[in-house]
């Protein structure tokens, strides 16, 4: 027996000038494996004024996955890492312990932008480690039925991404040719498929651009028929069992690693490397259980 398919509507966030599309976490649906985050950003146009400026900010315990259909962004971390990220590319930056980055668009492209930002969770075995940046200009690709595939992370349709994951999932791009595709997948895993062009049926059941579809576990295989050529985002993964404390940028267990990650960056603490950007580090909100 395979769980239902539920279609879930994002909601909307700002992320520095942009509107996004949050897709994860929503109440309903908190994780699709270790996928704990995810934001379709765009389309939308790069200006002067308007783009995808993220002052320095910190992360901890998740690894967060950027990847662009249209556009491009300029990544910049506490590490030391520079560098620009174009569609068919993707970034992979594993936060550990801690790490700080910025994301820059407006003085290195103008035109439209369109992406996907995601954070994968890390499990104990390596949320409190070393921070790391991978960039990956060569991603495996593969074609089933009517679907052109971009493996991201993990495995799926008999290709690996050699983007360091901790825990088994996968996370592919798929362009939808008009017609039936039908995609194998792992019964033991759990899977969404996210909506970023046109109008997909997912098992029958339609999602558009701002929905997640959520296959839940079980699946040996699922159906997806487009009219015209869509474009979606599959996640899926082994579940993720571990109780997740999110807050701002930090994934955590509990409150009190929450308030420490909080106090480290409020205090310019030594976790938490600088970052040579010319936008303004972005201070954290206070949560409601921390006293002023
Ligand atoms: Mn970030």
New binding site residues.
């Given amino acids: 027996m395979s769980d239902d398919i539920t279609v879930l509507d994002s909601h909307e966030a700002r992320v520095g000038s942009f509107t996004v599309r949050r897709a994860l976490p929503r109440r309903q649906l908190r994780t699709v494996g270790a996928w704990c985050f995810a934001d379709h950003m765009g389309p939308a146009e790069v200006t002067e004024t308007a783009g995808l400026d993220?002052g320095p900010?910190p992360?901890t315990g998740l690894q967060?996955v950027t990847w662009l259909v249209e556009g491009a962004v300029l990544h910049r971390d506490s590490l030391g890492s520079e560098q620009l990220i174009r569609p068919g590319e993707l970034n992979v930056m594993t936060a550990g312990h801690g790490v700080v980055?910025a994301?820059e668009a407006a003085d290195t492209y103008r035109g439209t932008m369109q992406g996907v930002?995601l954070w994968i969770a890390q499990p104990e075995e390596s949320r409190h480690g070393a921070a790391a940046f991978a960039h990956h200009a060569d991603l495996p690709r593969a074609t089933v039925d009517r679907t052109d595939l971009t493996v991201l992370a993990g495995e799926f349709a008999g290709e690996r991404s050699a983007a360091q994951v901790d825990t088994p999932l996968v996370g592919a791009d798929a362009v939808v040719r008009p017609g039936r595709s039908t995609w194998e997948l792992r019964a033991d895993f759990e899977y969404a498929v996210i909506a970023l062009e046109g109008e997909v049926f997912v098992g029958g059941e339609v999602a558009k651009p701002g929905q997640i579809a959520s296959l839940g576990r079980g699946r040996q295989e699922i159906d997806l028929e487009a009219r015209e050529t869509s474009r979606v985002l599959l996640l899926g993964g082994e579940p993720f069992d571990d109780p997740l404390v999110m807050w701002w940028?930090f994934v955590a267990r509990d409150r009190s690693e929450i308030s420490a990650a909080v106090a480290e960056w409020r205090d310019r603490g030594a976790r938490f490397g600088g970052v040579d950007s010319r936008l303004a580090r972005i201070p954290s909100p206070v949560p409601p259980w921390m006293s002023a």
Wanted: aromatic letters at 0%; proline letters at 0%.
């Fill in positions: 993220v900010h992360h967060t980055h994301e930002q940028n």
